[in-house]
């Protein structure tokens, strides 16, 4: 009875780690780069440190780190002058990339804000 009580606590561990993993697969510098951004948009107060945190939670929770990568790039890109950020700008995967990150920090305001 109790080999069975280890193995299934064993299974559950694996199993909610691999959900954490999958849900916190962005790197610190990147959920550090958004809560900075953030907190220059809603000002640096303790308060604002909670709630980019927060934010950047769910944010991650709900696009994958390569795609929010995407979007990031796509944004960046198409502030760059000439032929190169047309690419960017007219790109149906960087636009849905953007509003799949965008709808996700609408959804973060709604829950941290």
Do not use: H, W
């Not at 199993?15 to 951004?37: K, L, M, Q």
């Not at 308060?47 to 934010?55: G, H, L, R, V, Y």
């Not at 047309?86 to 636009?95: G, N």
């Not at 965008?102 to 709604?110: G, I, K, S, W």
């Amino acid at each position: 009875m109790t080999g069975y009580l280890v193995a299934f606590a064993a299974v559950t561990v694996l199993s909610g780690s691999a959900r954490a993993a999958e849900v916190n697969d962005y790197p610190t510098s990147a959920r550090a780069e958004y809560v900075f951004g953030c907190m220059k948009a809603n000002g640096e107060t303790r308060q604002s440190i909670e709630q980019c945190s927060c934010s950047i939670d769910v944010v991650a929770s709900l696009v994958p780190y390569t795609r929010y990568i995407t979007a990031e790039t796509a944004l960046s890109m198409s502030q760059v002058r000439g032929n190169l950020s047309a690419q960017f700008r007219t790109s149906e995967q960087a636009t849905s990339a953007i509003n799949d990150v965008r709808r996700a920090q609408a959804e973060a305001e709604v829950r941290c804000f």
